[in-house]
Antibody
Framework: EVQLVQSGAEVKKPGESLKISCKAS????????IGWVRQMPGKGLEWMGT????????RYSPSFQGQVTFSVDKSISTAYLQWNSLKASDTAMYYC????????????WGQGTLVTVS | DIQLTQSPSFLSASVGDRVTITCRAS??????LAWYQQKPGKAPKLLIY???TLQSGVPSRFSGSGSGTEFTLTISSLQPEDFATYYC?????????FGGGTKVEIK
């Protein structure tokens, strides 16, 4: 079974750094793009970008370019989303998701990681 | 960026009803559109991709149609487990974008 399991909820202060994780299982991690999606409280979905674990090729949404960093550790089939200096406006649920093999849609999704900055 | 406008944003319906949700793109995207279902407190789930292709395991009461700038998601007979928020997503060009969502509630 293809599964993405994300790290637990985080509570941070403004200015702190954070790295959340997304561990993949049940498929060849290096063969599928992984994407990140933000959902602010009570709001809709926002595409942040994607990373290809095979060579760490990345595509960022202009809205998130320079604000976050995607990375992977192939040895443990894990993707990461990182902030160097959090803001209160980063408070949201963050989802990782696997892209379909040859198209851009996401399936399946991780369970989400709630990040609270206060 | 391509903007996606969903209508209605809120829909009240009864079990057994036929429900249609519309997604309009700000410019033509061929058939590069997906639909997702999100239940409260849960991650989204892919229902349809390439405008009309049902993802594996999704019940056949869900269907999608359209191309260019206008798309629809239809639920032929609404079931209790279908009460959720539905989002469209365009995958034609970067940055990928989502519609604002349609919340389907029980009448």
């Amino acid at each position: 079974e293809v599964q993405l399991v994300q790290s637990g909820a985080e509570v941070k202060k403004p200015g702190e750094s954070l790295k959340i994780s997304c561990k993949a299982s049940g498929y060849s991690f290096t063969s599928y793009w992984i994407g990140w999606v933000r959902q602010m409280p009570g709001k809709g979905l926002e595409w942040m970008g994607t990373i290809y674990p095979g060579d760490s090729d990345t595509r960022y949404s202009p809205s998130f370019q320079g604000q976050v960093t995607f990375s992977v550790d192939k040895s443990i089939s894990t993707a990461y989303l990182q902030w160097n200096s959090l803001k209160a406006s980063d408070t949201a649920m963050y989802y990782c998701a696997r892209r379909l093999y040859s198209t851009e849609e996401f399936d399946p999704w991780g369970q989400g990681t709630l990040v609270t900055v206060s | 960026d391509i903007q996606l406008t969903q209508s209605p944003s809120f829909l009240s319906a009864s079990v057994g009803d036929r429900v249609t949700i519309t997604c309009r793109a700000s410019r033509g995207i061929s058939s590069s559109l997906a639909w997702y279902q999100q239940k409260p407190g849960k991650a989204p789930k892919l229902l349809i991709y390439a405008a009309s292709t049902l993802q594996s395991g999704v019940p056949s009461r869900f269907s999608g149609s359209g191309s260019g700038t206008e798309f629809t998601l239809t639920i032929s007979s609404l079931q209790p487990e279908d009460f959720a928020t539905y989002y469209c997503q365009q995958v034609a060009s970067y940055p990928l974008t989502f519609g604002g969502g349609t919340k389907v509630e029980i009448k």
